[in-house]
């Protein structure tokens, strides 16, 4: 049943084979140390072993590219040398910022931020992009329950309260013709994608109340899917240990040949054979995981066990070794529970079965553990015990068939030094419409309606209705608000300890848009448009904690790591100025696709997502984005710059232009400390971010969401540069701009409050359905109806 | 030991939302001639017990009695439509299958030993094995972790 892998009499040529034919994803250099690691052995390793480094080894598991040493060089620059991005310019972030109310960062499945005097928050988001790609359904099924494990596997457990997601996805009109060998369609991913995270949560009984969905032709092939979940923990049960001695014992699902390979299979390219790697395919079982939540969360309050992970990439090679990784561990895997005979040792060892846990029980408490989890009838099965040895002992019928010390497991993996290089891109510019011939004529409605409606910008109602967001019972902020509840809300709210007022607010903010121009400006937009959705709703940044997930093609091309780079410098840069610490994050590279028959290579536009937590003394503060009240001022808040590259609008003219929105986040950072004072003291009745589209779309929504019209002027906009062209004001996407409604009863004092911020008025909200917008020279720019451009919006 | 299979459907009476939205996307792949799509979902249950007993449970837990109905021992099938099965293959996980398992033991019933569910469609219209096999693969099933079956009308 087990295998010796013939590696010490291998030359190059044939390791690299037995790496690429066993799927295990290891270079050339990491083979070399493997094989010299056995040399001084003087043996062979078994399938069992290979595997278990292959796994521990993955970019998955160990994030090789963000620890690397990076030699990176930008035109004009001098060459400059990145010890590690991770700790360069995240870790260095969170560490530099100190905020006392950071509990654990980075160490856990989770970050853990405090909440009030009982509890803490946790909060992760994961990816599951390959899975999904191969089988929407199952793989973003198994994404969102893998996410809501990595909360319950957090310090000894935290109960997830709220699910989180966001989808990538490529065109929905694709043509079947131009669909790349191999793959899905667009339209057949975003259905069950959509169903999978919606059939795992509503059935968990986990409100999904935050997300986004992004089409870009280019993740036809590796549509992305980010799944987030928040938890809640008692702050006495944050912290977790393993003794020698105590028992190993796995939760909740049986074993199969699920998943087998994930970890190594989402460190490769996919190609149009993927497709047949029917193996790395994962079902979900939304029931099974609920019961593991509530035999685990009884067993934590009883301090039955000293510690816990979750099986996810690995399995129990991942779990065990990571649990056991300071004192040692022995396994004897024929005691696992499986679904079907037949399992080698090592598909037990690596299956990614769904629905599995791992904890660390102290073998006294282990009749109580087992009562509770046959009353809550979930399997609980003893296999393998922590050891002083430090090592990692595996044995399938007596017979030892891995045998690893856990220090070369963890630390002997020999850490690449990759290339980078960045060189901006020229893209043909767009010039304003507003010059030239016809323009007394010129209307900018259409472009108005064309904005709305297109993919990016228009409703997700027909997604976000299959979710429940209600269940919990302590939603403040749904994902659709207004009149007729289904604007666009900023943010969600809720209240996680019901009968308390303290609220958590959770936002995302994502542009790949600008990362064709600048990832530096894409990632600084997402960290700004995160933190403005949390400011619109009435949070402020002094408690706002983030969470990044970076989605990149091959970082082994030095022009995707110099993306990487560029990203990931300005996540220091503006986390740092914000204040806002990092508390966790993932990445997941490679999301490539190479046709195998015509060497065509491809890589999904560099795409980072930021998810901002932040916790709200007073609920009762909190604003939605839909206008109350007619006679009530629209005011901007914020600069407005002639800042198109990327945008919305350059991109339903067909341009990408090259001036990104720029980040001022000194700027910024006064802005949204005004505004969080004027909201939470209820001078704002409404507050929508400028992000997509600008000002236009953002007024539009506002205004169809409250079922009143809206007079505006744009002479009214504070500009940082001078602006003459009308289009360019009411459609470019600046950051750190937002549209606020004031009573005019509030008018003068809040002036007063926002003197030396730069704020303008622009119109007031009507009490008819009229639309219209007036350009800087009077002209009517823009003349129509809520419900036609509420009904250009729904049209999706 | 018998093996059975249960299909449950919707009444006649009762409209297949599920069969609309497949027949909007076979039109949005480009394919027309089909006038309509009906569907149901498979069990195939595995057990020691009798036909009595598969009533049970067909009314108590498989079928919604208001909206649908179910069928075993007989194929629900007509003789102009085509017919089409989809099935987990061997060895991948099926929960809702295991949940059935669950759901005829707390109804007092012994004797399951596995389920194992997929879904049929019936499609009246004009149609061939090509199209079928494009709309099997496009829409209803992942060779991944399926396989299909069809048959044609009845000459």
Redesign the interface.
Request: net charge positive; aromatic share 8%.
């Given at each position: 049943m087990v295998k010796e892998i013939e590696i010490l009499t291998a030359d190059d040529a044939e390791l690299m084979r037995i790496s690429r034919e066993g799927m295990l994803s290891l270079s050339l250099n990491e083979m070399q140390t493997i094989q010299a690691h056995f040399g001084t052995l003087e043996r062979n390793p078994t399938d069992v072993e290979i595997e278990t480094i292959a796994q521990t080894w993955s970019e998955h598991c160990v994030h090789k590219t963000f620890k690397s040493t990076i030699l990176y060089s930008e035109e004009g620059k001098a060459p400059e040398q990145i010890d590690g991005l991770f700790s360069t310019f995240i870790q260095r972030a969170t560490e530099e910022i100190a905020k006392p109310w950071c509990v654990s960062v980075f160490s856990d499945n989770a970050g853990i931020i405090e909440f009030d005097e009982q509890f803490n928050l946790v909060f992760k988001v994961e990816t599951h992009n390959h899975p999904s790609a191969?089988?929407p359904y199952?793989g973003a099924g198994t994404g969102i329950g893998g996410v809501i494990r990595d909360s319950l596997g957090t310090g000894l457990g935290a109960k997830p309260i709220l699910n989180t997601d966001v989808f990538c996805f490529g065109m929905p009109d694709t043509p079947?013709t131009q669909l790349p060998k191999g793959t899905?369609?667009p339209?057949?991913v975003f259905k069950g994608v959509v169903a999978g995270v919606r059939d795992y949560g509503n059935r968990m009984g986990i409100p999904t109340a935050n997300g986004a969905i992004l089409f870009d032709a280019r993740y036809t092939a590796n549509p992305l899917v980010f799944c987030g979940n928040v938890g809640l923990i008692p702050r006495n049960r944050c912290e977790k240990s393993v003794e020698p001695g105590d028992l190993v014992v796995a939760i909740g699902g049986q074993t199969?040949?699920?998943g087998i390979h994930g970890a190594t299979f989402s460190s490769a390219e996919l190609d149009d054979t993927s497709?047949?790697?029917?193996s790395v395919?994962?079902?979900?079982?939304?029931?099974?995981e609920k019961k593991i939540v509530d035999a685990l969360l009884q067993a934590r309050d009883r301090n039955l066990y000293r510690s816990i992970t979750d099986c996810g990439a690995g399995g129990f090679s991942s779990a065990v070794g990571e649990m056991g990784e300071e004192i040692g561990a022995e396994v004897h895997l024929e005691r696992v529970s499986l679904?079907?005979e037949g399992l080698a040792p090592w598909e037990i060892w690596l299956s990614e079965?769904?629905e599995r846990m791992v904890i660390a029980v102290p073998p006294e408490n282990l009749d109580e553990l087992m009562e509770i989890c046959a009353a809550e009838?979930v399997e609980a099965t003893v296999f393998g015990t922590f050891t002083d040895t430090q090592r990692l002992q595996v044995f399938y019928e007596g017979t030892i068939v891995g045998d690893l010390e856990m220090e070369f497991l963890h630390h002997g993996l020999p850490m690449p030094v990759k290339e980078a290089v960045w060189e901006p891109p020229k893209h043909p510019d767009m010039a304003s419409r507003d010059r030239g011939i016809g323009v007394e004529n010129l209307s900018y409605t259409k472009d108005l309606e064309q904005l709305l409606a297109s993919p990016n910008i228009a409703s997700k109602e027909s997604v976000i209705r299959q979710y429940d967001h209600g269940v919990q019972g302590g939603m403040v902020i749904n994902p659709l608000v207004g009149v007729e509840n289904d604007g666009p809300s900023d943010a969600c709210v809720t209240t996680p300890v019901l009968g308390s007022r303290k609220g958590v607010i959770v936002a995302n903010g994502i542009n790949p848009k600008y990362s064709d121009v600048d990832p530096y400006l894409s990632a600084a937009a997402a960290i700004d448009e995160a933190l403005r959705n949390v400011v619109a709703v009435g949070g402020t940044l002094e408690k706002t904690a983030l969470l990044d997930n970076f989605c990149w093609g091959n970082p082994d091309k030095p022009d995707r790591l110099g993306e990487l780079v560029r990203a990931a410098r300005a996540c220091y840069d503006i986390a740092t100025a914000y204040g806002t610490p990092f508390i966790s994050g993932k990445d997941s590279l490679y999301n490539e696709y190479r046709d195998t028959t015509t060497g065509e290579q491809r890589a999904i536009p560099s795409t980072l997502l930021i998810s901002a937590i932040c916790v709200m003394p007073d609920i009762q503060n909190a604003v939605t984005m839909d206008v109350k009240t007619p006679g009530n001022f629209i005011y901007v808040v914020g600069n407005t710059y002639a800042e198109l590259g990327g945008s919305h609008y350059f991109n339903i003219h067909g341009f990408v232009g090259n001036t990104a929105p720029a980040i001022r986040p000194g700027e910024g950072k006064l802005t949204m400390e005004r505004l969080s004072a004027a909201i939470n003291r209820g001078w704002v009745r409404s507050c929508h971010d400028c992000s997509e589209g600008g000002i236009g779309v953002a007024a539009a929504e506002m205004a169809f969401a409250g079922g009143y019209g809206m007079s505006l002027r744009l002479d009214g906009i504070p500009t940082g540069e001078d602006i003459d062209a009308d289009d360019f004001l009411l459609f470019s996407e600046s950051n750190s701009r937002f549209l606020v409604e004031i009573e005019p009863q509030h008018q003068q004092t809040y002036q007063n409050h926002m003197a030396g911020i730069p704020f303008g008025c622009l119109g007031t909200v009507s009490d008819t359905s009229e639309f219209v917008i007036k350009g800087k020279s009077g002209r009517l720019i823009v003349e129509t109806s809520i419900h036609t451009l509420k009904s250009a919006w729904q049209d999706f | 030991m018998k093996n059975w299979k249960v299909e449950v459907y919707y009444k006649p009476e009762v409209p297949d939302t599920v069969g609309q939205g497949i027949l909007e996307d076979i039109t949005d792949l480009g394919i027309n001639g089909i006038d309509a799509v009906r569907t149901a979902t498979v069990y195939w249950i595995e057990g020691s017990f009798e036909a009595e007993t598969m009533d049970r449970i067909g009314t108590e837990l498989l079928a919604d009695p208001i909206t649908q109905a179910y069928a075993f021992g007989t194929d629900n099938d007509t003789d102009t439509d085509w017919t089409l099965e989809v099935q987990f293959k061997p060895g991948v996980t099926d929960a809702v299958g295991d949940s059935t398992v669950k759901g005829i033991t707390d109804l007092g019933i012994a004797g399951v030993t596995a389920v194992r569910t997929g879904n049929k469609y019936w499609f009246t219209g004009t149609l061939n094995t090509e199209v079928l096999e494009t709309i099997a693969q496009r829409l209803l099933m992942n060779e991944v972790i399926q396989t299909f079956s069809y048959q044609a009308p009845k000459p």
């Open positions: 191969i089988e199952g079947y899905l369609h339209k057949r199969g040949r699920d497709e047949s790697l029917g395919v994962q079902i979900g079982n939304p029931i099974m679904k079907y079965a769904q009838v | -």
